[in-house]
């Protein structure tokens, strides 16, 4: 028998029960008892993902062999140093750990009635939402980090591509509704959170060069998208305002509407509509408002260029070859990741066309690792209709 032993993380920023989680369901079922926290028992995947636990590698990977120890001395010494380690982390709450236990509720109406959102005036986010023709019933405000946000309607779409990690063909995918970002998040955003809750500050880069420097970023740089996030920051931003990241289908959905289209904005490639190697200058990231002429089809903002964005699902090189042969249904796919996380889109520094489809997916490399910090790479938001 194993004894998994998983220690908190004391890295600033790792979200309460994200960094280890154990893989057996009624080991979960009692960190949620003795965490008195719903939000760390619900294990139902996203719209769109396969992944009943997306810490199940690290917490095999943490497995120690205690060959002395009988079997119910073992699960008794697991649970004592689980309740020690949640005791700790409710210590930690008062602190520097605070992650919203509850899901904050959204405000919907029209972002012109918003008044400021995040240093941008409203009459820019409703001169934007006006200019891309969004319905203001399928906006929503949510008021913890005042994130815009559009519906996407249930229903089926035209995912996938030519390429094998594509799924060698279009197939129809039909995924319930939800809101994903207008845009991606923001450093002003960013900053809102990281004030709040004393989460460290994106000033480290595994490769690039971060924005940030002691604590701070440079104000021109307020509604750019942030970077050097790594995927537990994104999700531990997301717990506090209340959301989640989208999954993969979710992503591709938002990017290239339901006709299966190449680029958000049609089928014919454009330079001009939307950051990339040969128009970023010395800027590189541009504001999240920016290039509305390489709008989705839903309104959503830069889904192509800027920067690569975090999803929710782990990488899987065959996932789409296996949707597309069993129909587009999800109910019978059963994940077979290789333990990174996916990210959709293209970022500032790339010049290949193929890239910047939507139906393009990244392979992560092992450079990737668990929680690197690129500076390339953001994310957006997105959740549940209620």
């Not at 032993?5 to 890295?11: A, I, L, M, N």
């Not at 020690?84 to 009635?113: D, H, L, N």
């Not at 996916?342 to 690792?369: I, K, L, N, Q, T």
Request: proline share 7%; net charge positive.
């Amino acid at each position: 028998m194993l004894l998994l032993v998983g220690s908190w993380s004391d890295r600033q920023g790792a979200g309460f029960g994200e960094q280890y989680e154990p893989s057996a369901v009624h080991v979960r079922a009692h960190w949620a008892r003795l965490a008195g926290s719903p939000h760390n028992a619900d294990v139902r995947p996203s719209p769109g993902s396969l992944l009943p636990s997306r810490r199940w590698p690290e917490m095999l990977g943490a497995a120690r062999w205690q060959p002395n120890m009988e079997p119910t001395r073992i699960f008794i010494s697991y649970l004592k140093s689980l309740k020690a380690t949640v005791q700790r982390a409710r210590q930690r709450r008062g602190g520097v750990r605070k992650v919203a236990e509850t899901p904050a509720a959204p405000v919907v109406r029209p972002p012109a009635e918003h008044g400021k959102l995040d240093g941008l005036v409203s009459g820019e986010i409703a001169a934007a939402v006006a200019r891309l023709g969004i319905p203001a019933d399928r906006l929503m405000v949510n008021e913890k980090d005042g994130s815009v946000l559009v519906l996407v309607p249930e229903g089926e779409f035209l995912a996938g591509g030519q390429a094998e990690e594509e799924g060698g063909a279009l197939f129809k995918v039909r995924l319930p509704a939800y809101y994903i970002g207008l845009t991606t998040v923001t450093n002003a955003q960013y900053a809102r959170f990281v004030r709040e809750t004393g989460h460290r500050a994106p000033e480290g880069a595994d490769f690039g060069r971060a924005k940030w420097k002691g604590g701070r970023f440079p104000d021109e740089l307020a509604q750019h998208p942030v970077v050097c996030v790594s995927w537990d920051d994104a999700r531990s931003y997301c717990h506090w305002a209340g959301l989640r990241l989208p999954s993969e289908l979710e992503w591709e959905k938002a990017s290239r509407g339901t006709d299966g289209r190449e680029y958000p904005w049609g089928n014919d490639w454009d330079w001009s509509k939307c950051r990339n190697a040969k128009n970023h200058g010395t800027e590189e990231t541009a504001p999240v408002l920016g290039y509305p002429e390489g709008a989705s089809p839903w309104g959503c903002l830069q889904m192509s260029g800027n920067v690569q964005e975090w999803c929710a699902d782990l990488y899987e090189k065959h996932f789409y070859l296996r949707l597309r042969k069993a129909g587009g249904d999800l109910a019978q796919i059963h994940s077979r990741h290789i333990g990174f996380n996916v990210r959709r889109g293209v970022a500032w520094g790339s010049d290949s066309p193929d890239f910047f489809r939507c139906a393009h997916r990244f392979e992560p490399r092992s450079y990737s690792g668990r929680n690197p910090r690129d500076h390339s790479w953001g994310f957006r938001v997105a959740r549940d209709p209620k």
